[in-house]
């Protein structure tokens, strides 16, 4: 590499500042590589050897971004726990030599900020950041499995308290420009226009006294106080990881350990936890989720481009219209008309917007002006004004199928003849509903999941007439609203509802068999599902399951035909949530089993199976649907059934997604499992061909 290449470069102003610029070449994110360790050295033995200087800023040489932490592909390179460990050791040495100049060290933020980027500018005496939107600080490594290796473990509770540091590292939060000010992670917050004149005029200024939070005295000198930190914090962890993440507890133990032995024996355990957790198998689940999701955002579902979206209709002001008129007016800016039959509609929806963006300006994420222009953007009626200017249309009004024939008629008859007519059903064929369409080509299928401004997921698909400019455009659309779509085929239940079916059926059947609710649930959640399959019911709705059920054996089959207890509930009124009783209660502030549900299904509650041998057998049934809808193209790879179920489900993340999981367990073991179930529990259970065969070729998923 020649100089100029450098991805570490110096400069020097004539009033005694110091300029590091951080210029990965060839690449738009700054991250941290072995590979430039050298020129770290070079440039710190240079900065040691000059005389005269007064201070440093270090800062980014690109546009948007500081740092975005070490290079997760170099991490994943690793073979083993002691090549890792390495890696955060020399991070360590380097940052700890920034911190031990003699002059003062800032830090010149402008975007991500996050993991070893953050660890560095820890390490530098003064933090100045933009208040850009765009900057992010925060240590993220625990959704990667890991632990702030360089350092971040020390040097942030000390900075800012064990409290507060323990909840950004735990969760791996990004934190804003204001809130990073709020909590005294950096000192200033300023626009991005004057932030490097900013920074140079702290690092002219003498090197600041390291500030003790009265936490950091507590923390530092009282043990029994450190004591109850700590355990609150972990019972917190362990209630929402189950001991399924092992990189919380080891966060919590280097932390821990730092406070007592001080930095030098904190930053070596640090490292050593690292080195192990890097070589985790959680890890490299949830690696290959940041991975995917990566290539994702570059896909575009087919080859053609997509048309211009200026204007967005959506018909239906309910919970979905509610919620997809949100993410399109603040998250991909685009004008909203909502259409509904009755005025109530249209408030709902509007009061719905309205809700979110105040909680969002509570917060201080947005201005009242800010809220404001953004209920301007939202507009509604009871007609089709509006709509003659509109490019997509997202319908999202009762599962019917005459009634969304209905829809795509009147827009055929009031929106352009370009006009796309994305329906958001989760259970009626795309092809049926295009079938009342002139123009079949513009109809897609665009399944979000509720609730929409929360889940990441939206499931696109194309009948067999849909035009590749319909798809690319969707997705296009998709992705402005922050959603990662996946494009799946035209088959009952689409993908998701597909593998989640077999796996609430075989819950209910779990149920009937007179398993305790809690019990049951709980075991899903100690398996790492975000909630237990009675309670999503609950969640759901059970008329809604109710609905969707009799479509899915229609089209694929009496394997997916569950117990029959749809009409039982139904008839006693118990929707889920919504009606205040499903087979919890609803009406006090803490939901409790109804256990009168019991008796109406004529169960005698009793613990009878492990939590771990009910897990198995719920998602067992799931793994198998999936590699069917692998097999027949509902979805296009392993990879997009992953994700699929990770956002949309809640599939445990640390497993990697069904497939991933499967290539875990082996595909031969898989088989033996589905094979072991068939027997005891029926038919159902039996492993489809794609599995038997890929298991009789010793193949997986994934190459390893
Ligand atoms: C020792 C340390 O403690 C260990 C660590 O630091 S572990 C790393 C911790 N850092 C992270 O987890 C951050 C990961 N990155 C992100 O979350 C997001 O990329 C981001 C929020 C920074 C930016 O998102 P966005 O603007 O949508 O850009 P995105 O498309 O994701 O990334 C742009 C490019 O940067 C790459 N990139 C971003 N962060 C990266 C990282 N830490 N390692 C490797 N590549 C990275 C992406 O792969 C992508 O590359 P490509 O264009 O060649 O495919």
Redo the contacts with the bound molecule.
């Keep these: 590499m020649t100089q100029q290449e450098s991805a570490f470069s110096l400069s020097y102003g004539d009033n005694g500042v110091a300029w590091l610029k951080i210029d990965v070449p060839e690449?738009?994110?700054n991250?941290?590589q072995s590979a430039f360790v050298e020129q770290v050295s070079d440039v710190l033995a240079e900065l040691k050897a000059k005389q005269n200087i007064k201070g440093l800023v270090v800062h980014s040489g690109k546009p948007d971004?500081f740092i975005?932490?070490?290079?997760?592909?170099m991490?994943a390179a690793c073979t083993t726990a002691e090549e890792a460990q390495q890696?955060?050791a020399k991070?360590q040495e380097l940052f700890a030599e920034l911190e031990a100049l003699p002059f003062h060290v800032v830090a010149a933020i402008h975007g991500?900020c996050?993991?070893?980027?953050m660890?560095l500018a820890l390490a530098c005496h003064s933090r100045v950041c933009s208040d850009d939107d765009k900057t992010?600080l925060g240590?993220?490594?625990v959704?990667?499995g890991?632990?702030?290796?360089?350092g971040?473990t020390q040097r942030l509770p000390r900075l800012i308290g064990v409290a507060n540091a323990l909840d950004m590292i735990l969760t791996g939060k990004q934190l804003r420009a204001k809130k990073a000010k709020k909590l005294g992670v950096v000192d200033e917050a300023v626009p991005h226009s004057i932030l490097l004149d900013i920074a140079e005029k702290q690092a002219l200024k003498a090197k600041p006294k390291r500030k003790h939070s009265f936490q950091d005295w507590a923390m530092g000198g009282n043990a029994l106080g450190r004591s109850l930190v700590f355990d609150q914090a972990a019972k917190k962890t362990h209630e929402k990881t189950r001991g399924n993440y092992p990189a919380a507890d080891a966060i919590l133990e280097v932390i821990k350990f730092g406070l007592q032995f001080g930095m030098e024996k904190g930053l070596k355990q640090e490292a050593k936890r690292?080195g192990e957790l890097v070589m985790s198998p959680e890890s490299a689940a949830l690696r290959s989720i940041?991975f995917a999701t990566?290539?994702m955002?570059?896909e575009t579902g087919s080859d053609a481009k997509p048309g211009d979206i200026k204007r967005v209709g959506v018909l239906g002001g309910g919970l979905m219209g509610g919620g997809i008129s949100h993410v399109t007016a603040s998250k991909a800016k685009y004008p909203v008309r909502i259409k509904d039959i009755a005025n109530d509609g249209i408030l709902n929806a509007m009061a719905y917007n309205y809700k979110l963006l105040d909680k969002k300006r509570k917060r201080r994420i947005i201005s009242k002006a800010e809220l404001q222009k953004q209920m301007m953007s939202i507009t509604g009626g009871t007609d089709y004004t509006g709509f003659d200017c509109v490019d997509v249309v997202v319908e999202a009004v009762f599962e019917d199928l005459k009634l969304k024939h209905q829809m795509v008629k009147e827009i055929e008859d009031n929106a352009k003849a370009e006009t796309i007519f994305a329906t958001n059903t989760s259970s009626l064929p795309i092809h049926q509903i295009a079938e009342a369409a002139e123009r079949p080509e513009n109809v897609v299928g665009l399944h979000y999941f509720s609730p929409v401004e929360k889940m990441p997921l939206v499931e696109v698909i194309p009948h067999a007439g849909t035009s590749p400019e319909t798809v690319a455009t969707v997705v296009a659309l998709a992705k402005k609203q922050g959603k990662t779509p996946i494009v799946v085929g035209d088959k009952a239940g689409f993908y998701v509802n597909r593998i989640l079916a077999p796996y609430m059926n075989e819950a209910a059947s779990v149920l009937l068999s007179g398993e305790p609710i809690e019990h049951l649930d709980a075991a899903l959640l100690d398996f790492g599902f975000p909630v237990g399959p009675i309670t999503l019911l609950d969640e759901v709705g059970v008329d809604i399951g109710a609905k969707i059920m009799p479509i899915m054996v229609e089209e694929l089959g009496e394997r997916f035909r569950g117990p029959d207890v749809f009409d039982v509930l139904l008839n006693d009124d118990r929707k889920g949530r919504k009606s205040g009783k499903g087979f919890y209660l609803y009406n006090s502030k803490k939901k409790s089993v109804d256990k009168t549900v019991y008796k109406l299904l004529n169960i005698k509650p009793e613990k009878k199976a492990e939590g771990a041998a009910l897990a198995m057998r719920c998602s067992l049934m799931m793994l198998n649907e999936a590699a069917r809808c692998l097999d027949e193209g509902v979805i296009q790879s392993a990879r997009d059934g992953d994700i699929g179920a990770i956002f949309g489900i809640g599939f445990p993340p640390f497993l990697g997604g069904p497939f991933r999981y499967m290539d875990q367990l082996g595909i031969k073991r898989v088989v033996e499992l589905l094979n072991e179930h068939a027997d005891k529990y029926g038919e159902r259970f039996k492993p489809c061909d794609k599995l038997i065969a890929m298991a009789n070729e010793g193949q997986s998923f994934y190459q390893a």
């Excluded at 975005?68 to 592909?73: E, F, K, S, T, V």
């Design positions: 690449e738009k994110m991250t941290l971004n975005a932490g070490a290079d997760i592909r991490l890696l955060a991070g991500p996050l993991g070893g980027g660890e992010r240590l993220p490594e959704q990667l890991l632990l702030p290796g360089s971040g690292f940041f990566t290539a955002k570059k």
